[in-house]
């Protein structure tokens, strides 16, 4: 049982290129959550999925997109990567609101 | 939407003394308060949760209390220990919906030898 499994560990961008984040649960969660963490500022809600088939936006999602691509599997996607991207990200999920979060190992992502 | 308001950023004690970290939040309807614990590098992970129908919960050193009329609420550590020296942070949710968690901005706890 592995839980949340994030790829990649780590990363590092040039401005403007691209890449995507994923993520995948094998506990059979309904909802999936993709945070950033910087220092000083916390875990921020980039965007969600409630359940399979939507997203929603959460309070920092300009310059990602995501996609529910199954019950399993939630990803994250960098179109034109920026420096103020540079963070750690971790997905999440859990079963319904109100129930435990369950965090990925992260990755840390560098843009320069 | 809901903002979760944590103190102090920075927590100092001598081991084997207590910590208290407190956190206020502006939703009342949020029913739901974890707490997780991050060492360097590695995930948050749950370390204790109330939900609003109880006032206080214990797990052996750590007791988090509720107080939903002032809308704050608090993680107790006793007994220090030099493993319990981490980040921490308080969340809030709403439960019903799956919005997520809101997070304070953490607090680092240095147990001092």
């Known amino acids: 049982n592995a839980g949340v499994t994030q790829t990649p560990k780590f990363q590092v961008l040039k401005t403007g290129q691209s890449m995507t984040l994923q993520c995948a649960q094998d506990?059979?969660?309904?909802?999936m959550y993709w945070y950033r963490q910087d220092p000083g500022m916390g875990l921020r809600l980039i965007y969600y999925?409630?359940?399979?088939?939507?997203?929603d936006k959460g309070e920092v999602p300009n310059g990602y997109n995501v996609s529910r691509l199954n019950k399993r599997e939630f990803s994250l996607r960098l179109e034109s990567a920026a420096p103020s991207q540079t963070s750690v990200y971790f997905c999440?999920?859990?079963?319904?609101?109100?129930?435990?979060?369950?965090f990925g190992n992260g990755t840390r992502l560098t843009v320069t | 939407g809901e903002n979760v308001e944590q103190h102090p950023s920075t927590l100092s004690v001598q081991e084997g003394d207590s910590a208290v970290i407190k956190c206020t939040y502006s939703d009342s309807a949020s029913n739901y308060f974890p707490w997780y614990k991050q060492e360097l590098g590695k995930r948050p992970q749950l370390i204790i949760d109330?939900?609003?129908?109880?006032g206080e919960k214990k797990d052996q050193r750590i007791a988090v209390t509720l107080n939903k009329t002032a809308k704050h609420f608090s993680l107790h550590i006793t007994e220090t220990q030099p493993e319990d020296s981490a980040v921490y942070f308080c969340a809030a949710s709403s439960g019903g919906g799956a919005d997520g968690l809101t997070f304070g901005k953490g607090t680092h706890l240095i147990i001092q030898p």
């Open positions: 999925s409630a359940s399979e088939g939507t997203t």
């Open positions: 506990m059979n969660h309904n909802s």
């Open positions: 999440a999920s859990h079963d319904r609101g109100g129930s435990p979060l369950h």
């Open positions: 109330i939900r609003s129908n109880v």
